[in-house]
């Protein structure tokens, strides 16, 4: 195994309930992203990672070992993991634990996700459709040119179709960037999946999102969100609200 001085965490939560349904988990934060979701409540590590501090390996690592008896798993977050090169070994380190491994992504690297579930050190993957699979609505619901990255995002959801591995597939639902259509053309692009999640987004008390005009942004309603949830049922039946 590889030396960890370098892993470059930059947020670490000791116990989550919220992050891996069901599971009492960890979260391990990583830096930088390809998006610039407008939306994004973990701006920091995306815009300016140098400024948060790196939390040395050896201490999660001792953290979780101290845990293992009782912590499920680990959820490996971000920003956007995929972009680190040594991520297969942080999951491989997690695995040896003995902990389950959740990978959030936003589906931009195909073959680092193939490479997780070939090697088997991935236990549950939850990929974001951030929008409908087409350039401009992708484009504008990421806040950078989704024409390099649409390719990507196609073959991660074609990679997860075609696994036996636990997944989702999930949208954040933003006033102004989503409609009951647009959630009716993703779940027709991932018809066939094990779980579609719609999540509302609201913005959390003291954590400005990256766009400050989207802090002004009133979630949508319940009766919204449930059209949204009856649209997206009838290509993906196991849709759920979180
Ligand atoms: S994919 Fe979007 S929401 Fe997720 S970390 Fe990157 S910019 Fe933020």
């Known amino acids: 195994m590889g030396d960890y001085l370098g892993m470059e965490i930059k947020g670490f939560v000791d ?4 992050d891996w349904d069901g599971k009492l988990a960890s979260v391990i934060f990583l830096p930088r992203c390809n998006f610039r979701c407008p939306y994004c409540h973990n701006y920091t590590l995306v815009l300016c990672p140098e ?34 090169s040594d991520l297969p070994e942080l999951c491989s380190r997690m695995k040896s634990i003995g902990l389950s491994v959740k990978l959030d992504t936003n589906g931009t690297r195909p073959q680092m996700v193939e490479g997780l579930i070939e090697e088997r050190i991935v236990d549950y993957i939850a990929v974001d459709i951030k929008a409908p699979l087409t350039a401009d609505k992708y484009s504008r619901a990421i806040g950078v040119d989704a024409k390099n990255v649409l390719r990507r995002v196609k073959e991660t959801v074609g990679v997860l179709l075609d696994s036996r591995i636990d997944y989702e597939f999930r949208t954040t639902v933003v006033p102004t960037l989503h409609d009951k259509e647009d959630i009716e053309e993703i779940s027709h692009n991932i018809k066939g999946c094990k779980k579609y999640v719609l999540q509302r987004f609201e913005v959390s008390v003291g954590k400005k999102p990256l766009d400050p005009a989207f802090s002004e942004l009133k979630p949508f309603a319940d009766n919204e969100i449930i059209s949204f949830f009856v649209a997206a049922r009838k290509y993906v039946p196991t849709t759920r609200i979180r």
């Open 15 to 18: 116990l989550s309930l919220v």
């Open 51 to 84: 400024k948060e501090k790196t939390i040395p390996f050896e201490r999660v690592e001792n953290y979780l070992k101290s845990k293992r008896d009782w912590l499920d798993g680990v959820c490996i977050t971000g920003g956007e993991p995929t972009l680190h």
